[in-house]
């Protein structure tokens, strides 16, 4: 079983493996599940377009993120850019918030003596999306930028839904939102 927000990235459940998935599209007490099977998604770019200096340019999906019936994905995605972005997952819920304030990443370091930032930034970047819930991304930049690029990486998972004897695992995947959100 894999570790949320781990230094290799892994996928958080194996064939076999049960958790209970937590969101907006499942009961509040959860849906338990048994993964089923695992694939890679090693990469793929988002270019959302031109910025507009000190311009928030917020809600922009991305529906190529969106998976079929009972799948699961796992990702992470790197900055490629000077510009900052926030994730809402689901769309009305900003995840990455204090009750004062929002939190955001960055473009990752280049610099070879960054790679420890870079690093961290990877694994904070980590979310899930489940079946067509698209998560929404807010975008901003301090001056023009003619791209705002994004590299996603990740894991799909196959789930089953089981009941709730049938679970191995206290194991609990926020998918998306966030337990004060419900």
Excluded: H
């Amino acid at each position: 079983m894999g570790e949320v927000f781990s230094d290799d990235f892994r996928p958080i459940l194996l064939p076999n493996e049960t958790a209970t998935l937590k969101g907006s599209q499942f009961p509040t007490e959860g849906q338990p599940v048994v993964c089923v099977a695992v694939g890679a998604l090693p990469e793929y770019y988002k270019d959302f377009g031109s910025l507009t200096a000190a311009t928030p340019d917020n809600d922009n999906e991305d529906t190529n993120l969106e998976l079929g019936s009972k799948e699961l994905a796992q990702f992470r995605m790197e900055i490629l850019d000077d510009f900052k972005l926030q994730l809402k997952n689901p769309a009305p819920v900003e995840q990455w918030r204090t009750s004062k304030e929002n939190f955001y990443l960055r473009m990752f370091p280049v610099e070879p003596d960054q790679d420890w930032l870079k690093k961290l930034l990877f694994k904070m970047s980590e979310f899930y999306v489940y079946e067509q819930d698209t998560p929404r991304f807010d975008l901003y930049a301090e001056v023009d930028q003619s791209q705002s690029r994004v590299l996603f990486r990740g894991w799909k998972l196959k789930v089953k839904e089981i009941t709730k004897e049938e679970l191995t695992s206290k194991q609990i995947i926020w998918v998306n939102g966030w337990p004060s959100s419900k």
